[in-house]
Nanobody
Framework: QVQLVESGGGLVQPGESLTLSCAAS????????IGWFRQAPGKEREGVSC????????YYDDSVKGRFTMSRDKAKNTVYLQINSLKPEDTGNYYC???????????????????WGQGTEVTVSS
């Protein structure tokens, strides 16, 4: 079983940057695909980025390409999501999740992911 804990959210102004963290325990993230998802108020959860357990380049949803950067620190068993040039529409709860049954390449369908963190809230407002 995988336990995931997100952190790093907060209230930021438009144009600023933020780095979210997802610390894993119970299993090495090298074994599974891991994704970042977000859910804006009143909207469905959507995938923004994922990375296969075997490594390789992260995959990004078109809506965030160029502003979001996903990375992994194997020694810390932690993944990160750096968000640049934040926009009000980036507001929402951000979750990380693992897909323990999937095979590469990773995909951004939330229903494919089985272990989720509790989320960290990002609010972009002036």
């Amino acid at each position: 079983q995988v336990q995931l804990v997100e952190s790093g959210g907060g209230l930021v102004q438009p144009g600023e940057s933020l780095t979210l963290s997802c610390a894993a325990s119970g299993s090495s993230l090298d074994r599974y695909a891991i994704g970042w998802f977000r859910q804006a108020p009143g909207k469905e959860r959507e995938g923004v980025s994922c990375m296969s357990g075997s490594g390789g380049a992260p995959y990004y949803d078109d809506s965030v390409k160029g502003r979001f950067t996903m990375s992994r620190d194997k020694a810390k068993n932690t993944v990160y999501l750096q968000i640049n040039s934040l926009k009000p529409e980036d507001t929402g709860n951000y979750y990380c999740a693992t897909d323990t049954a999937g095979v590469p390449p990773c995909i951004l369908f939330p229903w494919e992911y089985d272990y989720w963190g509790q989320g960290t809230e990002v609010t972009v407002s002036s």
